[in-house]
């Protein structure tokens, strides 16, 4: 069964300092890969996207991610962090010949002034 | 531009009131439109989701229920809550013409506490 792991609950990093969010999918094929944040008491909005190609992937606000077949994983980066990056983050994975998507459990993060 | 109107923002009902939130896309024709509920530190629950108009495949049997009138508009209704209905509910939608490769876009939510 598709299923996608996000191993941290919790991560807190100093202002400034790089991050590195980890997820880990489990699927057959090709996976479609997504990133998503969330502020307190709002809706998701996409970071990012993988589909094929290019393994390192740029998307908004600064961050990238990075598919990893071998290691089925897709790391979310970012080489400087700040306060506004407090949130909670998303992994979620598409499930090919289907309209449903898979997402992990969230990892949320503090960033320390 | 396309965007999602979710509705109410918050929303405090008591045990066995019917339940009805709204969900409306603008700026797109025949999206895939989705019900998510989200509870603290698990995620999100896909509920339903719909690929057309009169069209709802259901996920998780329960005492909600979809419907999509109009091809932008899907309604997330109970005819009698539940405590266990409280949490947060999301709307999403994807380009119709696609599958899971098209990123979903998720409304602002609407907070459910159930009394």
């Known amino acids: 069964a598709q299923s996608v792991t996000q191993p941290d609950i919790h991560i807190t990093v100093s202002e400034g300092a790089s991050l590195e969010l980890r997820c880990n999918y489990s699927?057959?094929?090709?996976?479609?890969l997504f990133w998503y944040v969330q502020s307190p008491g709002q809706g998701l909005q996409l970071l990012l996207k993988?589909?094929?190609?290019?393994?390192l992937v740029q998307g908004i606000k600064g961050f990238e991610a990075e598919f990893k077949r071998s290691q089925s994983s897709f790391n979310l980066r970012k080489p400087s962090v700040h306060w506004s990056d407090a949130a909670e983050y998303f992994c979620?994975?598409?499930?090919?010949?289907?309209?449903?998507?898979?997402f992990g459990t969230g990892t949320r993060l503090k960033v320390l002034a | 531009s396309q965007t999602i109107h979710q509705w109410p923002a918050t929303l405090v009902q008591p045990v066995g009131s019917p339940l009805s939130l709204e969900c409306t896309v603008e700026?797109?024709?025949?999206?895939?439109l989705y019900w998510y509920r989200q509870a603290a530190g698990r995620g999100l629950q896909l509920l339903f989701y719909?690929?057309?108009?009169?069209?709802i495949s259901s996920e998780v049997p329960q005492n909600l229920s979809a419907s999509r009138p109009q091809d932008r508009q899907f309604i997330l209704s109970s005819k009698k809550l539940l405590l266990s209905d409280s949490g947060f509910y999301l709307c999403?939608?994807?380009?119709?013409?696609?599958?899971?490769?098209?990123?979903?876009?998720f409304g602002d939510g609407t907070r459910l506490s159930i009394l």
């Open positions: 999403a939608w994807s380009i119709g013409t696609g599958g899971s490769n098209q990123p979903q876009h």
């Open positions: 699927y057959g094929a090709t996976p479609y």
């Open positions: 993988y589909f094929s190609g290019d393994t």
């Open positions: 979620a994975v598409g499930a090919s010949g289907t309209y449903k998507y898979i």
């Open positions: 700026g797109t024709s025949n999206p895939n």
């Open positions: 719909s690929v057309g108009i009169g069209q």
